[in-house]
């Protein structure tokens, strides 16, 4: 049971990048049971899940422009994007919100996703893709357009720039998007096309993040109780009322400022370095 509380308070406090691979390693899970083919060894996703690279399919089913990107084909391709997908989003977390990375993370499923279709029509082709490449690739790319030249150690290599780490991803999807998997490297481009497109609007004033990030904050506040206009009667002492409300202002902001320490110290040390102080703590912020 301790495993499971410790699960669930770095899903709480982990960041959205955290909470992504948790959503993709979760429906990776459920869906075994369900879509496992045990005998051939391989998921067989139906075509309201998977996106189809039918127009006919997916306009009738259009959740499937996003479904298709929480769903893989297989450990391996669930693990690879995974590391790929922490590596990218903490980088890209590093220069802007949790809400832009949640809004472009969906948005370039989308954009991939079309892209997959339209393509394959025009080839003739017809199938089904899954996974989150695209939106993986899309983020990276972005981060990249914006600091390219961000110098990264990477084992047994030593000191690249980010630039060459992305490049070199991009290139061997063009080099293999005739050979094999063609769907699947068309939505790796597409992806890597709308971060850069996300990227240079972004840097130009337009965040194509922002419709998510008001969707986010309208469900965030449903149900709160909305602020009223206090009723001031005129024995009540407005200056003591003031002084109470400040007063809480300036709790709730010590509060705030020990879980961004405690969230520092988990970046830059890992979670398991907290005491267990730290870790209650956490654990009765996120339940508040």
């Known amino acids: 049971m301790r495993i499971w509380e410790d699960i669930k ?19 990776f899970i459920l869906a075994i049971p369900f879509f496992y083919q045990f005998r051939e060894g391989f998921f067989a996703y139906p075509d309201w899940l998977a996106l189809s690279s039918s127009f006919n399919a997916w306009l009738f089913k259009p959740w499937t422009l996003i479904s298709y990107g929480f769903l893989h084909s297989g450990f391996f391709h669930l693990f690879f994007n995974m590391v790929m997908l922490n590596f990218a989003g903490r980088l890209f977390q590093t220069f802007f919100t949790q809400k832009q990375f949640l809004g472009m993370y969906l948005f370039s499923l989308l954009f991939s996703g079309l892209a997959y279709s339209i393509a394959y029509t025009l080839l003739g082709g017809n199938g089904i893709i899954v996974g989150a490449s695209g939106a993986v690739l899309a983020v990276l790319t972005a981060v990249t357009v914006y600091q390219p030249l961000m110098e990264l150690r990477l084992l047994l290599i030593g000191n690249v720039k980010l630039w060459h780490v992305t490049g070199v991803i991009l290139l061997l999807d063009v080099l293999q998007i005739s050979m094999s998997n063609t769907g699947g490297h068309i939505a790796h481009l597409a992806g890597a096309t709308f971060g850069v497109l996300y990227m240079k609007l972004l840097q130009s ?35 003591r009322k003031t002084t109470s409300t400040t007063s809480k202002v300036v709790l709730k902001d010590k509060k705030q400022q020990q879980i961004d320490e405690i969230l520092d110290k988990i970046s830059q040390s890992g979670y398991d370095s907290l005491t267990q102080a730290e870790k209650e703590f956490l654990f009765r912020a996120g339940n508040e």
Do not use: E
């Open 205 to 239: 004033g337009t965040d194509l993040s922002q419709p998510v990030t008001k969707i986010i904050t309208f469900f965030a506040t449903l149900g709160q109780p909305k602020s009223k206009s206090p009723f001031t009667r005129v024995h009540k002492n407005p200056q």
């Open 9 to 27: 308070l770095q899903y709480r406090i982990g960041g959205i990048v955290n909470q992504v691979i948790y959503w993709n390693v979760g429906v």
